[in-house]
């Protein structure tokens, strides 16, 4: 089922269908993306089947605003918050040490990525199913990244419920990674938000520091 993510009923069925553990897609400000909820095993172990995702690889999870990050991380450390304050919401999934009591396949490591859309009517939906949806591009692994919900239904068919659309995505690159340390960071991916930008969030954030 296509449904115009401007539809008013769009959020109510794709909170139905998050309920009964199906995986819907959605648009993004970065590609579209194939979502579950985060908090159910046999949810996410469909999800990596329809994508033919390699287990080794973590799922990351979409939030609604930083507050609803203490849904599925233990805390958000000062450089954490330091860049969710500069680029959130936005292109930019942060790793954080996860809570244990998450499904061990959304991430097989010690942390899980985690980022705000910058796309109003997702994060609604986002709240609407209680703040944190796991989503991953709407592809097969390794594919091109689905801008359209057309190439998301050519990839994934009736492994998925609903498919929301809302046009051609603005853009065209998956979001950016970074794993954090202590006082910097290591890039994983690089996307839209460029190590340029990252090092002079990270200079910032340094300097105020040292004067606080």
């Known amino acids: ?77 000062p450089l954490a918050q330091a860049f969710a ?45 209680g703040g944190a949806l796991a989503t991953t591009s709407a592809n097969h692994s390794g594919g091109a990244n689905p801008t359209t919900v057309q190439a998301a239904v050519q990839a994934l068919g009736d492994a998925v419920s609903i498919y929301l659309d809302d046009g051609r995505t603005a853009g065209d690159q998956a979001s950016t990674v970074i794993e954090l340390h202590h006082d910097t960071y290591t890039l994983l991916r690089e996307g839209p938000i460029t190590q340029a930008m990252l090092d002079e969030a990270l200079s910032a954030w340094k300097s105020q520091a040292s004067f606080s």
């Open 1 to 77: 089922m296509i449904i115009p993510i401007s539809d008013p009923s769009a959020i109510p069925l794709a909170e139905a269908a998050i309920s009964r553990g199906e995986l819907i897609v959605v648009p993004t400000d970065t590609v579209y993306g194939v979502a579950c909820t985060p908090f159910s095993e046999a949810a996410i172990a469909r999800l990596y089947e329809a994508k033919n995702r390699p287990h080794e690889k973590a799922i990351q999870v979409l939030l609604s605003d930083v507050s609803a990050a203490s849904l599925v991380a233990k805390s958000i450390p």
């Open 85 to 129: 304050d500069r680029f959130w919401p936005g292109a930019l999934t942060l790793t954080l040490p996860k809570r244990e009591d998450l499904p061990p396949n959304l991430s097989r490591y010690e942390t899980v990525g985690v980022r705000v859309p910058d796309h109003d009517r997702l994060r609604e939906l986002i709240r609407a199913v």
